[in-house]
């Protein structure tokens, strides 16, 4: 109820047929709920919660810098068993991909980001990069997706319990960097970006007796 036809059909193939599961989505309803689950440290502000133009469910999720620096946060999320997307129970990744949306308030104070995800703050995969190997170039929101394989591996992560997580930038400023829809993917998934944009608008689309996919298609 309420929500646009990119809304619905993205739920309904994120549930049905693009197999996947959450992070954590960020969708808080108040900065006080995102801040009880994200912890700050460094040059980290207290993580808060922004519902200006959501791409996923109704908010992002807001971290900003108070200054040049190394900023992260942690987060206890929900338990998942992932090992079906990690292709593993324990170990090292054979397959997957972690898939996030991004946007920015300035992308060129961003030295690097890193990533964390795994069981605990001892047993973890962790990838950094750059802005240029993510391919950003804008401060437009885009849909960020790195094979789990590339990602280096500290301790004996167990993927049934996967259940920590850390998001860190390295920036030269203060700045804000948003998240939303942190998710294990399939490596064979539907893209989410830039695959589908917006273009004509069609006052009618005739699908006499086709099935969902062949429409999809």
Not at 15 to 42: P, R
Not at 70 to 91: K, L, P, R, Y
Not at 107 to 125: E, H, V
Not at 164 to 181: D, H, K, R
Request: proline letters at 4%; charged letters at 15%.
């Amino acid at each position: 109820e309420n929500r646009t036809a990119r809304y619905i059909i993205n739920d309904m193939l994120n549930t049905f047929v693009n197999y996947n599961l959450l992070v954590d989505q960020f969708d808080y309803d108040t900065n006080g709920a995102i801040q009880a689950v994200w912890i700050e440290s460094g040059v980290g502000n207290n993580p808060t919660t922004d519902s200006a133009t959501p791409y996923e469910e109704d908010h992002w999720g807001s971290f900003a810098s108070s200054a040049s620096g190394t900023a992260t946060w942690t987060a206890t999320v929900t338990t998942q068993d992932v090992n079906e997307f990690t292709g593993v129970i324990s170990g090292t990744p054979t397959e997957g991909v972690l898939g996030f949306w991004i946007k920015h308030t300035d992308y060129t104070k961003i030295t690097n980001y890193t990533i964390r995800t795994g069981s605990d703050s001892s047993n973890y995969i962790e990838i950094t990069k750059t802005p240029a190997q993510l391919s950003i170039a804008s401060n437009n929101p885009i849909y960020i997706e790195i094979s789990l394989i590339g990602f280096s591996v500290t301790g004996t992560p167990n993927w049934s319990a996967m259940d920590y997580s850390l998001i860190q930038f390295v920036c030269t400023a203060s700045t804000t960097v948003e998240f939303a829809g942190m998710r294990f993917l399939q490596n064979k998934h539907f893209k989410h970006y830039p695959y589908v944009k917006d273009g004509l608008t069609f006052n009618a689309f005739r699908i006499n007796y086709l099935k969902p996919m062949s429409i999809i298609q």
